[in-house]
């Protein structure tokens, strides 16, 4: 019989959600997609759609799976894992992914991972000034509604942390749900997957190797040093197209990433955000979502919110909804 996912991370993407596939990866029981954002459970069936066909970029995966019968084949090789795993940030904002999950793996347990709306989107968008990829050429364009920034559904609408995780509290049980801060990650990593390994019911005193940098954000500066050691380099489609095999084995090497990750951070420059900007933006876009979002998760998001008022409990890293 073949094995599919019992638990599956649903975004926010640019949170941390790289990361966590990795340190999951590393982890002996866990087994993890080799395909990250298979995007199945929401694109099932649709045809894939080519990037110079879309030069606004609304259907802008085209690694992901949509055959249920290549989505089974990602997990062939599941030997004697006990966790078994894929990250699709697309699941979290999709209007149908969470009931798509809920037919097909009624049992699977959902992981979240939530960073303040407007810093996710600013990076989102430095992440498509790397590839050269960016909406509009400002950042700020995102305010003026019912252009692309809000048509696009992994920009603005990304960030409704509220409207999106609502659907997962109706339609799974609370148990089944974990949501964590990109905060949290940031100031204790190995605290947070500890808890993930404990949550998916693997060894939780495992370490993974934290000395790598995933998925940095920002504009390139040498686009020469790029095409070799960059995302899409050529170094890595020559590789791909001789041997899939020896491709895999070579982004698997820990020592290999360290060395690129660490080549592409030096060749990336990130302007920073306005205070001014950020308050702008989150005030007249998010505030209300995260309000909200505050009450469902029980947690304190004050710093998201700019409240001075002192936190009211603990960070928790378990989540409960009533």
């Not at 995966?61 to 089974?72: H, I, L, M």
């Not at 966790?83 to 209007?95: C, K, N, Q, T």
């Not at 899939?244 to 084995?249: G, I, N, R």
């Not at 900007?277 to 710093?303: C, G, H, P, T, V």
């Amino acid at each position: 019989m073949r094995q599919l996912p019992n638990f599956i991370i649903v975004g926010a993407g640019k949170s941390g959600t790289t990361a966590l596939y990795e340190y999951l990866n590393e982890h002996p029981d866990v087994y993890m997609s080799p395909v990250k954002e298979t995007n199945f459970f929401a694109l099932e069936g649709q045809e894939l759609v080519n990037p110079e066909d879309d030069p606004e970029q609304l259907k802008h995966y085209p690694w992901s799976v949509t055959n249920f019968e290549d989505y089974q084949k990602l997990f062939d090789r599941v030997t004697t894992e006990k966790a078994i795993g894929e990250v699709s940030p697309m699941y979290l904002y999709s209007p149908i992914a969470a009931e798509k999950i809920r037919e097909q793996l009624p049992d699977t347990k959902i992981i979240a991972i939530l960073r303040e709306p407007v810093d996710r989107l600013y990076s989102r968008y430095m992440h498509l000034a790397r590839e050269n990829r960016e909406p509009t050429p400002n950042f700020e364009d995102a305010l003026e509604r019912n252009n692309i920034w809000w048509k696009r559904d992994d920009l603005v609408q990304e960030g409704f942390y509220y409207t999106h995780l609502s659907k997962y509290y109706q339609l799974f049980p609370e148990n089944q749900i974990r949501v964590f801060l990109y905060e949290e990650l940031r100031q204790d990593p190995l605290r947070v997957i500890q808890n993930i390994y404990d949550f998916i019911g693997v060894d939780g005193w495992f370490e993974p190797d934290m000395s790598v940098s995933y998925n940095v954000s920002g504009r390139i500066q040498n686009k020469t040093v790029d095409k070799f050691i960059g995302q899409n380099s050529i170094v890595k489609k020559a590789i791909k197209t001789v041997s899939p095999k020896l491709a895999e084995s070579v982004t698997q090497n820990q020592n290999l990433k360290k060395w690129v990750n660490k080549l592409r951070k030096k060749n990336l420059e990130k302007a920073p955000l306005s205070k001014e900007l950020k308050a702008k933006m989150f005030d007249s876009i998010y505030r209300e979502e995260i309000e909200k979002l505050q009450d469902l998760l029980e947690r304190d998001l004050s710093k998201w919110l700019n409240s001075e008022k002192p936190a009211t409990r603990q960070s928790q890293y378990v989540t409960t909804h009533h």
